[in-house]
Protein backbone atom coordinates (compact mmCIF):
# COMPACT_ATOMS: atom_id res chain seq x y z
CA UNK A 1 0.00 0.00 0.00
CA UNK A 2 1.14 3.27 -0.85
CA UNK A 3 1.06 6.11 1.45
CA UNK A 4 0.57 9.69 0.20
CA UNK A 5 -1.82 11.36 3.11
CA UNK A 6 -1.35 10.31 6.90
CA UNK A 7 -3.27 11.36 10.14
CA UNK A 8 -1.98 12.53 12.95
CA UNK A 9 -3.80 12.38 16.41
CA UNK A 10 -3.38 12.56 20.31
CA UNK A 11 -5.66 11.24 22.53
CA UNK A 12 -6.08 10.42 26.54
CA UNK A 13 -4.60 13.00 28.82
CA UNK A 14 -2.10 15.38 27.54
CA UNK A 15 1.64 15.51 28.35
CA UNK A 16 4.28 18.13 27.53
CA UNK A 17 6.40 17.85 24.47
CA UNK A 18 3.19 16.56 22.36
CA UNK A 19 3.13 19.51 20.49
CA UNK A 20 6.61 19.29 19.93
CA UNK A 21 5.67 15.55 18.67
CA UNK A 22 3.21 16.90 16.32
CA UNK A 23 5.13 19.65 14.83
CA UNK A 24 8.42 16.83 13.71
CA UNK A 25 5.72 14.98 12.10
CA UNK A 26 4.51 17.21 10.41
CA UNK A 27 7.43 18.64 9.08
CA UNK A 28 9.47 15.32 8.69
CA UNK A 29 6.18 13.61 6.50
CA UNK A 30 5.81 17.09 4.53
CA UNK A 31 9.66 16.86 4.18
CA UNK A 32 9.16 13.22 2.22
CA UNK A 33 6.37 14.37 0.31
CA UNK A 34 3.00 13.36 2.12
CA UNK A 35 0.14 15.38 3.05
CA UNK A 36 -0.49 15.41 6.89
CA UNK A 37 -4.44 15.90 8.07
CA UNK A 38 -4.59 16.97 11.70
CA UNK A 39 -7.46 14.99 13.52
CA UNK A 40 -8.72 16.99 16.40
CA UNK A 41 -9.88 15.63 19.95
CA UNK A 42 -8.12 12.26 19.62
CA UNK A 43 -10.33 9.42 18.12
CA UNK A 44 -13.84 11.43 18.79
CA UNK A 45 -12.57 13.64 15.97
CA UNK A 46 -12.14 10.43 13.99
CA UNK A 47 -15.48 9.98 14.55
CA UNK A 48 -17.14 13.41 14.42
CA UNK A 49 -14.54 14.19 10.93
CA UNK A 50 -13.04 17.09 12.63
CA UNK A 51 -10.47 17.39 10.51
CA UNK A 52 -7.72 19.82 9.68
CA UNK A 53 -5.34 20.18 6.97
CA UNK A 54 -1.64 20.68 7.87
CA UNK A 55 1.19 22.22 6.55
CA UNK A 56 4.26 23.57 7.39
CA UNK A 57 3.18 26.70 8.94
CA UNK A 58 0.67 25.23 10.64
CA UNK A 59 2.91 24.13 13.67
CA UNK A 60 4.50 27.03 13.73
CA UNK A 61 5.97 28.54 16.92
CA UNK A 62 4.92 25.46 19.05
CA UNK A 63 7.54 23.38 20.06
CA UNK A 64 8.40 25.21 23.56
CA UNK A 65 4.47 24.82 24.41
CA UNK A 66 2.62 22.54 26.65
CA UNK A 67 -0.79 21.02 25.94
CA UNK A 68 -1.44 19.75 22.63
CA UNK A 69 -2.85 22.49 19.48
CA UNK A 70 -5.04 19.17 18.33
CA UNK A 71 -6.61 18.87 21.82
CA UNK A 72 -7.43 15.92 23.33
CA UNK A 73 -10.16 13.70 24.37
CA UNK A 74 -11.67 10.69 25.80
CA UNK A 75 -13.94 8.45 23.79
CA UNK A 76 -16.14 6.17 25.17
CA UNK A 77 -18.00 5.59 21.84
CA UNK A 78 -14.53 4.59 20.01
CA UNK A 79 -14.41 1.25 22.56
CA UNK A 80 -17.25 0.10 20.03
CA UNK A 81 -16.96 -1.28 16.85
CA UNK A 82 -19.88 1.34 15.61
CA UNK A 83 -17.81 3.93 17.08
CA UNK A 84 -14.73 2.77 15.27
CA UNK A 85 -16.54 1.92 12.12
CA UNK A 86 -17.30 5.88 11.86
CA UNK A 87 -13.50 6.40 12.30
CA UNK A 88 -12.85 4.35 9.49
CA UNK A 89 -15.70 5.98 7.21
CA UNK A 90 -13.85 9.37 7.65
CA UNK A 91 -10.37 8.12 7.20
CA UNK A 92 -11.43 6.46 3.57
CA UNK A 93 -13.84 9.43 2.74
CA UNK A 94 -11.31 11.85 3.48
CA UNK A 95 -8.29 9.65 2.06
CA UNK A 96 -6.11 9.21 5.04
CA UNK A 97 -3.86 6.28 4.77
CA UNK A 98 -1.98 6.31 7.59
CA UNK A 99 -2.51 7.26 11.37
CA UNK A 100 0.20 8.53 13.83
CA UNK A 101 -0.73 8.70 17.15
CA UNK A 102 0.66 9.96 20.46
CA UNK A 103 -0.90 9.27 23.52
CA UNK A 104 -0.52 6.13 26.25
CA UNK A 105 -1.90 2.95 26.84
CA UNK A 106 -5.82 3.80 25.99
CA UNK A 107 -4.33 5.58 22.82
CA UNK A 108 -2.31 2.22 22.10
CA UNK A 109 -5.05 0.18 22.62
CA UNK A 110 -7.20 1.36 20.08
CA UNK A 111 -4.63 1.69 17.49
CA UNK A 112 -4.37 -1.90 17.99
CA UNK A 113 -8.17 -2.49 17.59
CA UNK A 114 -7.56 -0.78 13.82
CA UNK A 115 -4.94 -2.51 12.89
CA UNK A 116 -6.25 -6.12 14.06
CA UNK A 117 -9.97 -5.36 13.00
CA UNK A 118 -9.69 -2.79 10.21
CA UNK A 119 -6.81 -2.94 8.78
CA UNK A 120 -5.86 0.86 9.28
CA UNK A 121 -1.88 1.29 9.37
CA UNK A 122 -0.98 2.55 12.72
CA UNK A 123 1.96 4.13 14.44
CA UNK A 124 2.27 5.20 18.20
CA UNK A 125 4.52 7.63 19.59
CA UNK A 126 4.62 7.52 23.68
CA UNK A 127 3.29 10.42 25.28
CA UNK A 128 2.21 10.30 28.85
CA UNK A 129 3.99 11.91 31.75
CA UNK A 130 3.46 8.26 33.78
CA UNK A 131 6.26 6.52 31.26
CA UNK A 132 4.05 3.45 31.84
CA UNK A 133 4.42 2.80 28.07
CA UNK A 134 7.03 -0.59 27.24
CA UNK A 135 9.72 0.27 24.52
CA UNK A 136 11.27 3.17 25.52
CA UNK A 137 12.88 4.45 28.35
CA UNK A 138 10.96 7.14 28.59
CA UNK A 139 7.73 9.15 27.45
CA UNK A 140 7.35 12.71 26.12
CA UNK A 141 5.65 14.46 29.21
CA UNK A 142 7.23 12.81 31.93
CA UNK A 143 10.59 14.07 32.49
CA UNK A 144 8.71 17.46 33.01
CA UNK A 145 5.99 16.42 34.59
CA UNK A 146 8.87 14.76 37.07
CA UNK A 147 10.25 18.47 37.23
CA UNK A 148 7.02 20.76 37.78
CA UNK A 149 6.41 18.41 40.88
CA UNK A 150 10.02 18.65 41.98
CA UNK A 151 9.90 22.25 42.17
CA UNK A 152 6.51 22.18 43.97
CA UNK A 153 8.04 20.06 46.58
CA UNK A 154 11.18 21.96 46.82
CA UNK A 155 9.01 25.10 47.76
CA UNK A 156 6.65 22.78 50.40
CA UNK A 157 9.69 21.56 52.12
CA UNK A 158 10.50 25.06 53.20
CA UNK A 159 7.09 25.20 54.81
CA UNK A 160 7.49 22.14 56.05
CA UNK A 161 10.97 22.68 57.46
CA UNK A 162 9.68 26.20 59.25
CA UNK A 163 6.56 25.41 60.75
CA UNK A 164 7.91 21.70 61.99
CA UNK A 165 4.96 19.88 60.14
CA UNK A 166 4.72 16.62 57.91
CA UNK A 167 3.33 16.97 54.71
CA UNK A 168 1.64 14.28 52.35
CA UNK A 169 2.23 15.32 48.84
CA UNK A 170 -0.05 13.30 46.18
CA UNK A 171 1.49 13.64 42.98
CA UNK A 172 -0.04 11.80 39.54
CA UNK A 173 -0.12 8.33 38.97
CA UNK A 174 -3.41 6.63 38.82
CA UNK A 175 -1.77 2.77 38.13
CA UNK A 176 1.97 3.78 38.24
CA UNK A 177 4.13 5.25 40.95
CA UNK A 178 7.08 5.96 38.32
CA UNK A 179 6.52 9.84 39.50
CA UNK A 180 6.29 9.25 43.02
CA UNK A 181 9.21 7.36 42.73
CA UNK A 182 11.42 9.90 40.85
CA UNK A 183 10.42 12.81 42.84
CA UNK A 184 10.95 10.97 46.14
CA UNK A 185 14.23 10.65 45.26
CA UNK A 186 15.19 13.67 43.62
CA UNK A 187 13.08 15.98 46.14
CA UNK A 188 14.72 14.16 49.79
CA UNK A 189 11.30 12.48 50.68
CA UNK A 190 11.08 10.46 53.62
CA UNK A 191 8.67 7.99 52.10
CA UNK A 192 6.59 7.10 49.29
CA UNK A 193 3.85 5.04 48.85
CA UNK A 194 2.63 3.63 45.82
CA UNK A 195 0.73 1.17 43.80
CA UNK A 196 2.99 -1.46 42.93
CA UNK A 197 4.10 -1.58 46.86
CA UNK A 198 2.27 -2.63 49.42
CA UNK A 199 2.54 -0.20 52.83
CA UNK A 200 1.64 0.19 56.64
CA UNK A 201 0.73 3.34 57.56
CA UNK A 202 1.37 1.97 61.68
CA UNK A 203 5.02 1.36 60.52
CA UNK A 204 5.70 4.34 58.73
CA UNK A 205 3.50 6.66 62.20
CA UNK A 206 6.13 4.48 64.11
CA UNK A 207 9.40 5.57 61.88
CA UNK A 208 7.87 9.01 62.28
CA UNK A 209 7.68 9.28 66.33
CA UNK A 210 11.45 7.56 66.45
CA UNK A 211 12.66 10.38 64.34
CA UNK A 212 10.80 13.03 65.99
CA UNK A 213 12.01 11.75 69.69
CA UNK A 214 15.79 12.08 67.73
CA UNK A 215 14.91 15.61 67.00
CA UNK A 216 13.65 15.47 63.34
CA UNK A 217 11.23 18.10 62.76
CA UNK A 218 9.67 17.86 59.50
CA UNK A 219 8.66 14.92 57.08
CA UNK A 220 7.64 14.98 53.51
CA UNK A 221 5.58 11.55 51.95
CA UNK A 222 5.03 11.18 48.56
CA UNK A 223 1.90 9.65 48.00
CA UNK A 224 0.74 8.62 43.86
CA UNK A 225 -2.99 8.78 42.98
CA UNK A 226 -3.48 4.84 42.57
CA UNK A 227 -2.28 3.93 45.85
CA UNK A 228 -4.88 1.33 47.89
CA UNK A 229 -5.92 2.40 51.44
CA UNK A 230 -8.44 0.38 52.85
CA UNK A 231 -12.04 2.14 53.19
CA UNK A 232 -10.27 5.23 51.16
CA UNK A 233 -11.66 5.22 47.37
CA UNK A 234 -11.06 9.19 46.88
CA UNK A 235 -9.06 12.05 48.71
CA UNK A 236 -5.88 9.31 49.41
CA UNK A 237 -4.16 11.24 50.37
CA UNK A 238 -6.13 13.33 52.57
CA UNK A 239 -6.92 9.56 54.26
CA UNK A 240 -3.35 9.28 54.74
CA UNK A 241 -2.80 12.18 56.49
CA UNK A 242 -5.76 11.56 59.03
CA UNK A 243 -4.88 8.46 59.92
CA UNK A 244 -0.19 9.86 60.46
CA UNK A 245 -2.28 12.28 62.77
CA UNK A 246 -4.38 10.01 64.72
CA UNK A 247 -1.89 7.33 65.37
CA UNK A 248 1.40 9.87 65.92
CA UNK A 249 -0.74 13.19 67.34
CA UNK A 250 1.76 15.09 65.31
CA UNK A 251 -0.07 18.10 62.76
CA UNK A 252 0.14 16.64 59.27
CA UNK A 253 -0.69 18.66 56.19
CA UNK A 254 -1.91 17.77 52.83
CA UNK A 255 -1.28 19.15 49.49
CA UNK A 256 -2.52 17.53 46.17
CA UNK A 257 -0.70 18.59 43.11
CA UNK A 258 -3.20 17.61 40.73
CA UNK A 259 -3.11 18.58 36.93
CA UNK A 260 0.25 21.10 37.42
CA UNK A 261 1.73 17.92 36.51
CA UNK A 262 0.52 17.72 33.24
CA UNK A 263 0.96 21.59 32.07
CA UNK A 264 3.73 23.88 31.72
CA UNK A 265 6.48 24.25 28.81
CA UNK A 266 8.25 20.81 27.91
CA UNK A 267 12.18 20.37 28.96
CA UNK A 268 14.67 20.55 26.54
CA UNK A 269 14.84 16.57 27.13
CA UNK A 270 11.24 15.96 26.50
CA UNK A 271 11.33 18.45 23.27
CA UNK A 272 14.19 16.35 21.76
CA UNK A 273 12.56 13.08 22.41
CA UNK A 274 9.54 13.96 20.76
CA UNK A 275 10.97 15.86 18.14
CA UNK A 276 12.98 12.23 17.57
CA UNK A 277 9.91 10.26 18.06
CA UNK A 278 7.99 11.79 15.54
CA UNK A 279 10.81 11.54 12.62
CA UNK A 280 11.25 7.60 13.93
CA UNK A 281 7.08 7.39 13.80
CA UNK A 282 7.06 8.82 9.49
CA UNK A 283 10.26 6.78 9.20
CA UNK A 284 8.38 3.88 10.19
CA UNK A 285 5.62 4.47 7.94
CA UNK A 286 7.78 5.04 4.72
CA UNK A 287 9.14 1.92 5.38
CA UNK A 288 6.10 -0.33 4.74
CA UNK A 289 5.85 -1.07 8.84
CA UNK A 290 2.54 -1.06 10.34
CA UNK A 291 0.89 -1.91 14.40
CA UNK A 292 4.50 -0.60 15.75
CA UNK A 293 5.33 1.88 18.30
CA UNK A 294 8.51 4.13 18.39
CA UNK A 295 10.74 4.67 21.31
CA UNK A 296 14.28 5.33 22.55
CA UNK A 297 16.14 2.95 24.61
CA UNK A 298 19.74 3.61 25.67
CA UNK A 299 19.83 6.86 23.15
CA UNK A 300 18.88 4.24 20.14
CA UNK A 301 15.47 4.79 18.56
CA UNK A 302 13.69 1.80 18.98
CA UNK A 303 10.71 0.25 16.81
CA UNK A 304 8.71 -2.27 18.95
CA UNK A 305 4.96 -4.13 18.23
CA UNK A 306 2.02 -2.32 19.23
CA UNK A 307 0.99 -5.18 21.65
CA UNK A 308 4.06 -5.04 23.47
CA UNK A 309 4.19 -1.46 23.89
CA UNK A 310 0.77 -1.84 26.27
CA UNK A 311 1.96 -4.91 28.13
CA UNK A 312 2.62 -3.87 31.98
CA UNK A 313 6.21 -1.93 32.17
CA UNK A 314 8.01 -2.65 35.13
CA UNK A 315 9.57 0.41 37.75
CA UNK A 316 12.47 -0.04 39.62
CA UNK A 317 10.59 -0.06 42.72
CA UNK A 318 12.83 -1.99 45.31
CA UNK A 319 15.54 -0.49 44.48
CA UNK A 320 14.57 2.96 44.47
CA UNK A 321 12.52 2.11 47.40
CA UNK A 322 15.42 1.02 49.55
CA UNK A 323 17.72 4.11 48.54
CA UNK A 324 14.87 6.58 49.86
CA UNK A 325 14.51 4.92 53.12
CA UNK A 326 18.31 4.45 53.44
CA UNK A 327 18.75 8.62 52.76
CA UNK A 328 16.03 9.54 55.16
Request: proline share 2%.
Amino acid sequence: MSIKRIGVLTSGGDAPGMNAAIRSVVRYAIHNKLEVVGIIRGYAGLINEELKQLDHRSVSNIINCGGTILKTARCEEFLTKKGQGKAVKTMKKNRIDALVLIGGNGTYQGAVALEQEWNIPCIGIPGTIDNDINGTDSTIGADTAVNTALSAIDKIRDTATSMERIFVIEVMGRDSGFIALQVALGGGAEDVLIPERRFSIQDMCNDIIKGNRRGKISWIIIVAEGVHLAGVHTNKAAGIAHQISKLSSLETRVVVLGHIQRGGTPTARDRILATRLGQAAVDVLLRGERAKAVGVISDAVKVVDLELAISKKAIMVDNFYRLIRILT
